[in-house]
């Protein structure tokens, strides 16, 4: 079990250009997840996988950004157009098929200058 | 909807207090809670989880939690602070959706601060 890691850990950009994150989840785990932490702020939830089957996307999830989940593997969250609001750390989690625990990456800081 | 209230955004303890870290939740259903410990600039790491098993639950690094469904409270407690326990703590409760990801709702967090 190597757990759940992401890349690059830290990004700083432009705004208006596009950014790519990668989250590898723990091996065997059927479920991905992608939050959002802004400065003072507990994590809030964007979108989530069930194998490459994304079922669920917030309301915070704008048309500027989208994830994949090619083959239920590692999974990919682009923002296009960045702006500075979008600066924050983005968290990957993966758990199980059953629910239970979700294990967390170290997350990507993004800065958007 | 499911939510989750922290009370204290700050706590301050001496190295040997009791720590406790107050989480009050919202749940439509029997809820799964979760502690976890977030260590400057990195994810976020488990402390322990109520699944309505036992209600007193403990968890990793001397941490407990104690589910209180009369008081909706799940706060967390630990004997004798360290000064690695600095740290930022959240609290999460389960949400069940359509989409079926029982994502997890935070709250706001509580920084804890252990002086010598």
């Known amino acids: 079990d190597t757990g759940v890691s992401q890349d690059p850990r830290h990004k700083i950009t432009k705004r208006g250009q596009n950014v790519t994150f990668r989250c590898d989840p723990i091996s065997e785990h059927n479920r991905l997840y992608w939050y959002r932490q802004t400065l003072g702020q507990g994590p809030e939830f964007l979108t989530y996988f069930q194998n490459e089957a994304q079922l669920e996307k917030s309301r915070l999830l704008s048309d500027r950004f989208s994830a994949e989940r090619p083959k239920g593997s590692f999974s990919t969250l682009e923002i296009q157009r960045t702006e500075q609001g979008d600066s924050a750390m983005y968290l990957c989690?993966?758990?199980?098929?059953?629910?239970?625990?979700?294990?967390f990456g170290p997350g990507t800081r993004l800065t958007v200058l | 909807a499911q939510s989750v209230t922290q009370l204290g955004s700050h706590v301050s303890v001496s190295e040997g207090a009791l720590v406790l870290l107050r989480c009050n939740y919202s749940?439509?259903?029997?809820?799964?809670l979760f502690w976890y410990v977030q260590y400057p600039n990195q994810g976020l790491q488990l402390l322990l989880k109520y699944t309505s098993a036992a209600t007193l639950v403990k968890g990793i690094n001397g941490f407990e939690a104690e589910f209180k469904k009369s008081e909706t409270s799940f706060h967390l407690t630990k004997p004798s602070a360290h000064m690695s326990d600095a740290a930022e703590y959240f609290c999460?409760?389960?949400?069940?959706?359509?989409?079926?990801?029982?994502?997890?709702?935070f709250g706001k967090g509580t920084k804890l601060t252990v002086n010598p």
């Open positions: 989690a993966s758990s199980p098929i059953l629910p239970d625990t979700q294990y």
């Open positions: 749940s439509s259903v029997p809820p799964y």
């Open positions: 999460a409760v389960s949400a069940p959706s359509q989409g079926g990801s029982e994502k997890l709702v």
